[in-house]
């Protein structure tokens, strides 16, 4: 088809990979690039960030004794027995 012709015209004309490694490893980057792994780690640093926002909001909420150690294990989800 002509679509399938241009673009194989135009990779005609790109330089070899080989006498530029900085395009080699564009190329590669790209070729490698997984979009569902970047959104899980994304969604899971989101979360933490969450979770941590949560935290943060419970904590300004208290009053806390912070020199009692069994108060700081709880707060950190220690169990204290």
């Known amino acids: 088809s002509r679509c399938c012709s241009l673009v194989s015209l135009r990779f ?3 330089p070899a990979a080989s ?3 900085k395009a ?4 590669k980057i790209v070729a490698e690039f997984r979009p569902q792994s ?6 899971l640093y989101k979360r933490s960030e969450d979770q ?3 935290k943060e909001k419970q ?10 150690t069994e108060t700081l294990k709880c707060l950190k989800g220690k169990d204290t027995s």
């Open 59 to 68: 904590l300004s909420t208290m009053r806390v004794d912070v020199c009692s």
């Open 12 to 14: 005609f004309f790109l």
């Open 24 to 27: 080699a490893l564009k190329s």
């Open 38 to 43: 970047l959104i899980d780690e994304l969604l």
């Open 52 to 54: 941590i926002e949560l």
């Open 19 to 21: 006498t530029n490694p």
